[in-house]
């Protein structure tokens, strides 16, 4: 069992900067894919950004291409999402997950909030 837990979140301008964590405990977490999702208000859970476990395949959603990076960091078991050149529609609840399985993750964390004002 993994457990999975995000910071990071809080309130930025628009153009500016933040950094999400993913902190895992338990488990194989260096053996798992492990995502970024997020989740505006009456919009559904939309997949941001993924990272393989040997660090070295990564994927991004069109709207993110080119600001966010997502990382891993193995020896510390956590997961990073640098956001850079943020605008009010990247606010959302962003949550962590691992464990990529056919359709969904395994393991989720309770997510964190990210405002974004114009």
């Known amino acids: 069992q993994v457990q999975l837990v995000e910071s990071g979140g809080g309130l930025a301008q628009t153009g500016g900067s933040l950094i999400l964590s993913c902190a895992a405990s338990?488990?194989?977490?260096?053996?798992?894919?492990v995502a970024w999702f997020r989740q505006a208000p009456g919009e559904d859970r939309k997949l941001v950004a993924s990272v393989h476990w040997s660090d070295t395949i990564n994927e991004y959603d069109d709207s993110v291409k080119g600001r966010f990076t997502i990382s891993r960091d193995n020896t510390k078991n956590t997961a990073y999402l640098q956001m850079n050149s943020l605008k009010p529609q990247d606010t959302a609840v962003y949550y962590c997950a691992a464990d990529r399985l056919a359709t969904t993750y395994r393991y989720w964390g309770q997510g964190t909030q990210v405002t974004v004002s114009s």
């Open positions: 338990g488990g194989d977490f260096n053996r798992y894919t």
